[in-house]
């Protein structure tokens, strides 16, 4: 019975085998030993004496739970293989249990073609397999090999341990360990009984003789502390203490265990509501040790009342520690690593290696490609020639090795597992399911995660995802060609041979589904098929023997194999559905696939091909359906355009919801008309289609889709670019140009009398009202097109149109001509006082001359190519009309006409600026000149505007033209005859004032005859009060033809005798 406090050591050992690598660790002292088992023991060894202060003789007793090494490169290139760990743990060390994973229980030969292992030696009933959480059925070797609870008679600890398993089994496997302890612990007496058996039985027997019976049998030795070791994954540690904690308390463990580290705030041992919780993070090359501190209770049995948490490096081992049980184990682990070195030659060589694996639980594997992964796949798919090979991210790990030298030990390092060779054969749909399953479930995060291992990596493939998408996230897969040695896009229905491990084929779930018969059943296809004697490790070592050298090692670059694109957002899908089938084509229910339709009977139409015009309203179409074949078929027409009806009148047609049955040899009619109001402009290709049924093995297959093909087409409404509403303007223009000439050409003819006017000479003014006429009236057939007019009237009026120019401009530029050029002519003479004579003939020679040489040009230019109206096409929809010459010679002829009127106005433009030093007095010379430049510069800036201006735009180059002409027009009217108006105003108020004058002067002569006071003026012209106004009065200058006789007091100057000279001269001109 314990009445005192009591402590013991629980300490929990993941440490390898071997302190060191197979070529270290020589003896005890060598430094290059680095932790190991027998490094864990010593120190383990020495806390229990450390521990039992009060007696340093003794030492307080322990539990040694030792983790099975299964993935050192000793393990494996040792001859005893797993079995090797019997040999140190239980032979060398004395440890009667060891614990491990429950794929342990897969890696006898015996038990699953997984394996090709015999490992027969590890089973021993001195040393059992420690696994609470797994049922070993009795057909495994395992099964009486295995305990779900350790009782450990040293330190009265009954231990469970819930090892990597499905996390469902972990509360109902733990509740049902901590149950058989309670029961152990009231049949030895040790708690107080709580079933009703102990009910009845204190109803037949007195309560005292049980009471004493009990009190007499209760043996603290034989009282048992629940343990539980939590050693799955660390994300579910949480729930599993939370249905702990529910618990009734005399079925709750004393104490868990979470070798994951999951809950960080129980790194250190911490009372949870009667339960002492630890979550440090077991690893390798620490040593983790429990203190606890128990006592006994009557009611409840053994109770831990404290926890005290030790963990110290194994590496360097203190000299302290290295006692000569260490010493002895050391050697004797040097033996046996001799003994695995004389199986470790060098097999190939390598650039470096990275590693797989490293201290913590980063996985690089579990995160994308990784090199390591591309060595074995590419050994898999050399070894048989496949391909694609592909394993899974969780096998591979591995410290990874130094450029050069490859060795045995380093293969078995990085794939720790004796998986045997599997090859098969699979579509590409079924290729892209596999890869489909494994690419969505993966995390990519590079945490030890069982989703994470399930990413596979592999070897003549290239696969485009986006971790971004979900849950399918495969942008793009491309297989290796064997003959060309390129990436080619997978294909849906080609087999392609594939190499994979035995765990994938037999073991790691779904793979094996995936992989197997029930899945693999395409023609062509195999199931995964496990080839005995073929491990992975010694295929990878026949690879790199074959394929490397010192000069030429294998490349651990990554090669793109796994290519994370985050800017793609389509992702691919091979899988298909009866509804993904498209028109010729039926659903294969055995192997998901739309299959081509293996027949084409002959149903078919008429015709192939129907046009429509958007004109075509009232046009109805027929076109007959004919089932050529010998047997019905059913028939329903797919979608049809909204644009279209289609209809048969026909009682055997069922309409556009219902199949109509057509017998064999039978027709059917259809007619069609059309809607163009439904359409925009453009041109629409439709087929129409007819799916033709059967409901037989090919549903939907009895002939492919019975269509034919409609265009179409609606134009845009016609564009003719004609002139329109703008011609009004133009018409405009030339009423405004005709009735402003007419109206001063009248204006000429009554006042033609006058001084003012016949000093201009009217036959100048009229000449010029004239022809700015008949220029002006060249916008009428400028403003004709085919809008209006016929052709043939088009055709005149194109011609029409440099005729008037031509005449026009010829009759108004001759009369400038000539006004400018008597001008200069009487100048010049009056300067060298001599008299000169000029003649009408005279002045009206370059009017003759000019006008014969247009109209000669025009009439050659009419007989030879005539200016016709012609449309030019800018698209199908679109035309303007223009007028053109057939030949170059319109051209040519309009060249020669712009010439000869260009050299006129400059000839004229020269006498103007010859006039421009004779007085104002004379100011016609200057009025003429202004409207000389004025219409050069109107043709300087309208001229290349035209040119500017596209042929096909119409209005503006009407506009421009007309613009140009009345602005021309216009100009020349008002420079020439405003001056007049102004002069003839002031002559009018000039010949008021002087009769005004002679009344005053004869009226003081009157006066002074009565008188001998000096004459008085009275002025009494109305608006002129006095003297000072009159003189004030505007001057009004006088033109050379009303020049004053008299010079004043002086002698009259050279310049005032010229101009009088001139006067005379122009007064004896004719008129």
Known sequence: ??????????????????????????????????????????????????????????????????LLDKDSA???????????????????????????SPSILLQNNLDSGVSSQDISYLQTHDMPLLISNVGVPPSNSWHP??????????????????????????????????????????????VKPSSSYHT???????????????????????????????????????????????????????????????????????????????????????????????????????????????SAALSPLPDEMKDETYRSEILALKRAADEALRNNPVIGYSDEMPFARDSTSYRPCKSGECPIGNLFTDAARWYTNADVAFITSGGVRGPGWAAGDVHVSDLYEALPFTNKLCTGRMNGVHLFQLLNYSMSVATFEGEDTDDGGRLLQSSGLRVTYNTELNPSNIISIEVMDKESGQFKPIDRLQIYEFATDSYLCDGYKPFPSLLGSDNLVVEGEQPGTIIEGVLFQEMAADFLNA????DAPYNTATQNRLVNDTTATEVLNLIQSEDSCAPGEYWESDIQTCMHCPVNFDVTFSKKLIEF?????????????????????????????????????????????????????ESLQFSMSIISSEL???????????????????????????????????????????????????????????????????????????????????????????????????????????????????????????????????????????????????????????????????????????????????????????????RFEMMPWSTYGRCVGSSNASNILLIIVGVLNAVVLLLALVQAWKARNISDEFSETKIVGSALYGWLQLLIVGV????????????????????????????????????????????????????????????????????????????????????????????????????????????????????????????????
């Open 145 to 190: 090999y295995t305990k779900a609870v350790h009782f450990d008679t040293e330190t009265r600890l009954a231990i469970l341990s819930l090892s990597m398993s499905t996390e469902a089994l972990n509360v109902p496997a733990a509740m049902g360990g901590l149950r058989y302890i309670r029961k152990v612990n009231e049949e030895n007496g040790c």
């Open 547 to 550: 394929t490397t050298s010192i």
């Open 944 to 1071: 290349p505007v035209l040119f500017l201006i596209s042929d096909d735009n119409t209005t503006a180059r009407y506009f421009v033209l007309v613009a140009l002409i009345f602005l021309v027009s216009m100009s020349m009217l008002l420079i020439i005859f405003v001056p007049l108006f102004i002069q003839i105003r002031r002559a009018q108020v000039k010949q008021k004032v002087q009769v005004v004058s002679h009344q005053m002067d004869s009226q003081s002569q009157q006066i002074g005859s009565r008188s001998s006071a000096p004459p008085r003026k009275v002025f009494q012209i109305s608006g002129i009060r006095d003297k000072k106004d009159f003189n004030s009065a505007p001057e009004v200058p006088y033109p050379f033809w009303d020049m004053p006789q008299g010079g004043g007091q002086g002698q009259e100057t050279q310049e005032e005798s010229s101009a009088n000279g001139a006067a005379d001269v122009a007064a004896a001109l004719p008129v």
């Open 680 to 870: 925009e402009e453009g041109t629409v290709y439709v087929t129409i289609a007819f799916g033709v049924l059967d409901g037989g093995d090919y549903h939907g297959c009895v002939g492919s889709d019975a269509g034919f093909d409609i265009t179409m087409r609606v134009l845009p409404t016609e564009q003719l670019n004609q002139l329109g509403s703008i011609r009004a303007a133009g018409f405009t223009l030339f009423g405004i140009i005709a009735i402003t000439s007419i109206s001063f050409a009248v204006f000429v003819i009554c006042h033609r009398q006058q001084q003012v006017v016949k000093a201009l000479q009217p036959i100048f003014l009229l000449c010029i009202c004239g022809g700015v006429l008949v220029l002006g009236s060249s916008i009428i057939p400028l403003s004709l097109d085919d809008e209006i007019i016929s052709q043939r009237g088009c055709d005149i009026s194109c011609m029409a149109l440099p005729w008037l120019i031509c005449l026009g401009f010829s009759v108004a530029i001759s009369a400038l001509f000539a006004k400018l050029w008597r001008i200069n002519k009487l100048f010049t003479a009056s300067r060298s006082c001599r008299r000169v004579q000029v003649r009408v003939q005279d002045v009206a020679m370059p009017l003759v001359v000019l006008l014969v040489a247009n109209i000669t040009i025009l009439i050659c230019w009419t007989l030879i190519d005539p200016l016709v109206y012609k």
């Open 74 to 100: 000793f393990v494996h290139m040792h001859p005893l293989g797993l079995s090797v760990n019997r040999l140190i743990l239980n032979g060398l060390m004395g440890l009667d249990v060891f614990a491990s």
């Open 613 to 665: 015009e958007a004109t075509d309203q009232e046009r109805v179409e027929s076109i007959t359906l004919t089932n050529n074949e010998d047997f019905y078929v059913a028939i329903i027409p797919k979608k049809l355009p909204d644009w279209l009806v289609l209809d048969s009148v026909e009682s055997v047609y069922a309409g556009s919801d219902i199949p109509t049955i057509l017998g064999a040899g």
């Open 1 to 66: 019975m314990l009445n005192t406090t009591t402590a013991v050591l629980l300490a929990t050992s993941w440490a390898p085998l071997l302190s060191g690598l197979l070529h270290q660790c020589l003896n005890a002292d060598d430094p290059s030993c680095n932790g190991g088992v027998a490094a864990f023991s010593a120190m383990l060894r020495h806390h229990s004496k450390l521990e039992a202060q009060d007696n340093p003789n003794d030492a307080l007793p322990f539990a040694h739970i030792q």
């Open 200 to 310: 009845l039985l204190s109803d037949y027997f007195s309560h005292s003789y049980v009471t004493t019976t009990r009190a007499e049998e209760t043996d603290s030795s034989n009282c048992w502390l629940h343990i539980v070791y939590h050693s799955d994954k660390g994300d579910q540690f949480a729930s599993f203490l939370t249905a702990m904690l529910a618990l009734p308390r005399h079925h709750r463990p004393a104490m868990i265990i979470d070798t994951a580290g999951s809950l960080k705030e129980y790194e250190e041992p911490t009372l949870v509501d009667g339960i002492w919780v630890a979550s440090p993070r077991l690893n390798s090359r620490t040593f983790f040790q429990h203190k606890l501190e128990m006592s006994y209770d009557a009611v409840f049995g053994l109770q831990l009342d404290y926890v005290e948490f030790t």
